[in-house]
């Protein structure tokens, strides 16, 4: 259990946590196979992110992972997973509700459904190829980590489309007044930051890293975005990264990204940082607070 938990911590989305421990949970459990089908109320359907089989390395996906539920079949299973009820079905004569949740993933053997619910919201549902009984509070158990993986996944899926939806009305209320971007102001330009501004002019027509130095709120950002508009990469992006918030075993796929199957759990591609960045200006806030060999491979 403990093992779980180590892994949802680091894990970034269920393909990848399930890859690594699905297999260890079914030898636990003493099950044939395992599925996490996800609900998307909003659109009506039922996802299958990943099957795991004893045995077999990784995890598979089914010919047809998305089955759409009609409003009658989505209002049942919602109810279903609130109510936390925790069913032992048989595919070849399965209940309404086991029919919805196993289609597509078995038409025969014994299955268990768990649901996945974290801050009474539900996530969707566990299902559990196993002929021998299962302890419902066991089942439960090694359901919490995997439902906090899914709904931190949800959650960073949510706030990346809420991101998009604000950049895109950015970029469309600027278009209205002709603008480029909305520039921020260096108070103290031509007084006591003249200096300052004089190196900023200096190094925003070079391609050089450029080393800021301040406290916390002195305006390090600001300095970055004015070396950013006054630099040939202005119709770039500029990205600010905070060094100090990411965890050490994460900083190469953060700031590198990594390519599928590059390690386990890596089930997809992921572009780091620098490669976001590329045509515009990375800005690396707090990167003293990066371990000593990380600053390293950055150098």
């Keep these: 259990m403990a093992r779980l938990w180590r892994e949802a911590s680091l894990a970034t989305e269920a393909e990848g946590f399930l890859a ?17 089908r996800t609900l998307e109320p909003e659109q009506h359907h039922l996802v299958t992110t990943a ?3 004893r ?16 409003a009658g079949a989505l209002t049942r299973v919602l109810a279903w997973i609130e109510a936390g009820s925790i069913e032992h079905a048989n595919a070849t004569r399965p209940t309404a509700i086991a029919r919805e949740l196993l289609r597509s993933i078995a038409d025969d053997g014994s299955w268990w459904l768990v649901p996945l619910v974290a801050d009474s919201r539900p996530l969707g549902v566990l299902l559990v190829a196993a002929d021998k009984g ?75 890293p450029v080393l800021i130095f301040g406290e916390t709120g002195s305006g390090k950002e600001v300095v970055a975005r004015s070396i950013h508009e006054r630099s040939n990469r202005a119709d770039g992006p500029l990205l600010r990264v905070n060094c100090g918030a990411i965890a050490p075993e994460l900083i190469d ?21 620098f490669e976001r960045a590329d045509g515009g200006t990375l800005f690396l806030d707090e990167i003293g607070e990066l371990p000593l060999p990380a600053q390293v491979r950055l150098l």
Aim: aromatic share 4%; hydrophobic share 45%; with cysteine.
């Design 51 to 53: 099957f795991v089989r």
């Design 253 to 273: 796929s953060e700031l590198f990204g990594h390519e599928r199957g590059a390690f386990t759990g890596a089930s997809a591609q992921r572009r780091g940082w």
């Design 20 to 36: 690594r421990v699905g297999t260890s949970i079914l030898e636990e459990l003493d099950g044939d196979a395992l599925a996490v």
């Design 55 to 70: 045995g077999a390395l990784g995890v598979a996906h089914p010919a047809k992972p998305r089955n759409e539920l009609s």
């Design 134 to 208: 299962l302890e419902p509070r066991r089942l439960a158990a090694l359901c919490e980590p995997l439902s906090a993986v899914l709904a931190a996944e949800r959650a960073r899926r949510e706030l990346s489309q809420l991101r998009e939806a604000a950049e895109a009305d950015k970029a469309a209320a600027l278009a209205r007044v002709n603008m480029r971007d909305i520039g921020v102001a260096v108070v103290g330009a031509d007084s006591g930051l003249a200096e300052v501004m004089r190196q900023v002019e200096q190094v925003a027509s070079t391609g050089a």
